[in-house]
């Protein structure tokens, strides 16, 4: 399906398995489906709508950019295309996407949910008495007992004294979850020499309730909606649809396959290629006629065939035709190997 978008020739029963996916996602944690735009505007409007729902206090985080480049404007184009924003605002609850792979569940384009904010001690702590500092979160402060009390007051403090950073809460794909402190990660614009020209730390994370086609492409997807009767640009539909991992978490609105443009280019290319297989397919069949038994001969008389050692009796006259078929010449005894 996604092969005959991308070379603009959709079959009915693509266009129709397309159609099909305009439906409802459902989930059994609290994650929803990234929808992807086709402009940056259009993503803002989206996910800062859904930051303005969420109740509590707004977390900013500032990149530090760096590297041997000092002309900041220069700096600044060679970070243009870098997925760690300059600066990200977040608060408990917001849907996050991970830009970067920290190992093998943990990838570019995982999907969680800020649980809280957390500084490297706390967190550590949090992992040993996990439950303990749910009932903290989920309790009145007159509830709590004078342990919870004690514990709630060595988070405050820690909080005010030290840097703190979001705790994401990651949906993995075998259905469970994983808890993830996002401390600082490097962006590096590299010159073959090893030397830095542009550098960027930030935490790894985008806000992704939304996300922009053009910052969606590298991006694998579990959960992707995409509204194509936004699609204005050639390839958009290709790229945005290319994204999900599966079809299960795939979304489709407004699917029509006249939106479905590919550039004159790309079919130019496909059709070029196509041609050479199908040259190459034909030159092929014409060496099959010689070629077309995988057996080894080792000796092949008038008379007899010898393979592998076991003794074939022919007529004489139907083994010259075979011969002169395959070899285009037959003349007393022909050593050699036929391969397909």
Not at 183 to 211: C, D, F, H, T, V
Not at 282 to 291: A, D, I, L, N, S
Request: proline share 3%; charged share 25%; with cysteine.
């Amino acid at each position: 399906m996604l092969n005959e978008m991308r070379e603009g020739r959709l079959t009915e029963q693509s266009i129709k398995m397309f159609r099909s996916l305009n439906r409802d996602l459902s989930f059994e944690d609290e994650l929803q489906a990234t929808e992807l735009f086709p402009t940056r505007y259009e993503v803002d409007l989206a996910n800062n709508s859904r930051m303005r729902n969420l109740v509590g206090e707004t977390k900013v985080f500032q990149a530090k950019d760096g590297g041997t480049q000092t002309d900041e404007k220069f700096r600044d184009k060679l970070l243009a295309n870098c997925m760690a924003p300059t600066e990200i605002h977040l608060k408990k609850g917001a849907q996050v996407m991970l830009i970067k792979n920290i190992d093998e569940t943990l990838v570019n384009g995982s999907l969680g949910k800020v649980i809280g904010f957390m500084s490297e001690l706390t967190f550590d702590s949090y992992q040993q008495h996990e439950e303990q500092f749910e009932e903290l979160q989920n309790s009145k402060p007159e509830d709590l007992n004078p342990e919870q009390i004690k514990l709630r007051n060595t988070i405050m403090a820690q909080a005010s004294t030290t840097q703190v950073y979001p705790v994401v809460r990651f949906a993995i794909p075998d259905g469970t979850t994983r808890d993830l402190l996002c401390q600082r990660e490097m962006w590096k614009i590299e010159l073959p020499n090893g030397e830095i020209q542009a550098s960027r730390s930030q935490i790894p994370l985008i806000l992704a309730w939304a996300l922009s086609i053009h910052k969606a492409q590298g991006q694998t997807l579990e959960r992707v909606k995409v509204d194509l009767r936004k699609v204005f640009e050639k390839g958009q539909a290709y790229v945005a649809l290319s994204r999900a991992t599966n079809m299960q978490g795939l979304q489709v609105i407004g699917f029509d396959a006249n939106k479905v443009m590919a550039h004159e280019k790309v079919k130019g290319f496909y059709a070029e290629r196509y041609r050479r297989r199908r040259d190459s397919w034909r030159k092929g069949m014409r060496m099959t006629r010689r070629r077309w038994l995988q057996l080894r001969l080792h000796l092949v008389t008038f008379e007899h065939i010898t393979v592998r050692g076991t003794l074939i009796s022919y007529p004489g006259s139907a083994i010259t035709q075979f011969v002169q078929s395959c070899c285009c010449e037959a003349r007393g005894t022909f050593l050699g190997t036929f391969v397909s």
